[in-house]
């Protein structure tokens, strides 16, 4: 038997497809053929598996090898698959047993020297061949904290080459080698900032805790120093810690990302904050060679946070417009397409104007009214009504100080606080129950609007006169809603009455804190 076969994964976002990598030798002059749509980086792999059989003493055939990756309809990317080509190819000459080359998936990019080098998305690969009915998973040993987060299969972590074939029975000796180490960039973990340090701003801090009890957007429009990125970056720390499924989700995008995980999942929320100069691209994800997860993706689970909005390019701003509100995000390229998480709550901050002094009472604005038009019509309309929360935040005043600091006992701990948001989110998980929906942000304004709601016309007297005024749009109207729900599970309210959608149509428009 010259035809041999082991399995590999390739990635397509976070989705893996199960390849078949076979492996034929056959008579003619010496080759090695690799066909099934490979893309430039898995083409220079016979270079790679060649050289480094034959430094890990386990030369590869030389007769013509042809190896195929199936199904050949699939684009296949990266250098993942070197590990599966040499095993097949090393199954086909009868140097490793046959039967236990096919039932094992290989992950792993080979050196020239026969070591195995860590390569990303090792995570969603082994849950890929999990649940396509694998019991076995050799990956590189670098890999191996990574592969063993997935339960239900036996993650074999390998050096190189020759331990991979001794692993699958091959009568070799084994020999010391000094396994390639993780690069990770992400650095030790860093503890959450607490709401505690924010000082006076209690409107704010309020509004924030609503935005984390419903999964709700937020805008905020300051002079600088007003503590807009305190407040923003404090925003995690009153969200839950992920479910098992989140989780999963959220290692997953880390490690297609190229971030080290180590040997534990993502349990807290993610944070990210793309700089104003970042591209469409670096925002929605994408690639020449690999489609890699950008910011919003990154930020699944969690926050994205765009300081100085108004600063961004109005093309990618309006590029988080489908994924807030579909919750995914489909990156079309010329290699191919792949879909990513987008379930992300949004926190814009901006300057007043360009100059960051208008409405200040101590300072003199120096920019025209056409300027500072200018300046926010990068926000455009349909983004903005997106947002379900609008604030003004202020600087603190030297009495605000004072009090806060003579007064250590007003601070709210995040801790605290995000007690106060899950008691919020576990009234809204059980009405929500059976619907698809667990948050108050992600219910249907029509299934809000049913009459077995039980919010009573007369409560929503004030909304529905913005709505006739044209003050609100119809998805205005429908967030204000899901506001003024989340309103009334903070306060322990079985249905929200007039002075939740009051203070949710306040904090629509914009409250000032």
């Given amino acids: 038997m010259t035809v041999a076969r082991t399995f590999a994964v390739a990635l397509t976002g976070v989705r893996g497809d199960i390849v078949e990598v076979e492996a034929d030798i056959s008579a003619g002059l010496p080759a090695f053929v690799l066909i099934g749509l490979p893309d430039a980086a898995l083409g220079e792999s016979r270079k790679r598996v060649s050289s480094a059989a034959a430094n890990a ?99 074999v972590p390998v050096v190189g080459l020759r331990a991979a074939a001794i692993a699958h029975g091959a009568e070799l000796d084994p020999v010391d080698e000094e396994p390639v180490p993780v690069a990770d960039e992400t650095g030790p973990p860093l503890d959450e900032p607490d709401m505690a340090d924010v000082a006076g701003n209690d409107d704010a801090v309020d509004a924030f805790v609503a935005a984390a009890a419903g999964g709700h957007n ?144 101590d300072e003199e604005c120096s920019c025209t009214p056409a300027a500072r038009r200018r300046y926010f019509a990068r926000l455009s309309g349909p983004l903005l009504d997106r947002v379900d929360i609008h604030l003004t935040v202020r600087r603190l005043g030297l009495g605000a100080l004072r009090v806060a600091s003579h007064e250590p006992g007003r601070a709210r701990a995040s801790a605290d606080l995000r007690h106060h948001v899950e008691q919020a989110r576990a009234a809204a998980r059980a009405r929500l129950a059976g619907t698809g929906w667990t948050l108050n942000s992600q219910a249907a304004g029509s299934w809000l609007r049913a009459p077995e709601r039980h919010v009573p016309a007369h409560a929503r007297a004030a909304l529905d006169r913005a709505l ?21 599970d903070l306060d322990g309210a079985t249905s929200p009455i007039a002075d939740h959608l009051g203070r949710a149509l306040y904090l629509r428009r914009g409250v000032g804190a």
């Fill in 218 to 361: 937020v805008s905020m429009v300051g002079p600088p120093g007003a503590g807009k990125t305190m407040l923003a970056r404090r925003l995690p720390s009153l969200l839950p810690d992920l479910t098992v499924e989140q989780s999963l989700e959220s290692t997953s995008i880390q490690s297609l990302a190229g971030r080290g995980v180590g040997g534990g999942l993502v349990r807290r929320p993610p944070f990210e904050a793309p700089h104003h100069t970042a591209s469409t691209a670096a925002l929605v994800g994408g690639g020449s060679a690999r489609l890699v997860p950008g910011a919003i993706a990154r930020a699944s689970n969690g926050v994205l946070f765009l300081d100085e909005a108004a600063e961004f390019p109005p093309r990618v701003l309006d590029a988080l417009r489908q994924p807030l509100e579909s919750g995914s995000i489909v990156v079309h390229r010329s290699i191919g397409a792949a879909t990513f998480p987008a379930r992300f709550q949004l926190v814009l901050a901006s300057n007043p104007c360009p100059c960051g002094r208008h409405g200040s009472a």
């Fill in 468 to 488: 006739e005024r044209g003050a609100l749009t119809m998805r205005g109207y429908d967030r204000t809603l899901r506001l003024a729900w989340t309103l009334a």
């Fill in 57 to 155: 003493g386990c030369a590869l055939t030389q007769r013509k090898l042809t190896v195929n990756l199936s199904p050949a309809s699939l684009r296949k990317q990266g250098s993942g698959f070197d590990l599966a080509i040499a095993v097949a190819a090393l199954a086909a000459s009868g140097e490793i047993p046959a039967g236990s080359a096919a039932a094992a998936v290989h992950l792993g990019e080979l050196g020239l020297d026969g070591r195995l080098r860590p390569v990303p998305g090792v995570l969603p690969a082994v849950l890929a061949a999990r649940d396509a009915g694998f019991a076995r998973v050799l990956v590189p040993t670098a890999n191996a904290e990574e592969a063993e987060l997935v339960d239900g299969i036996e993650v």
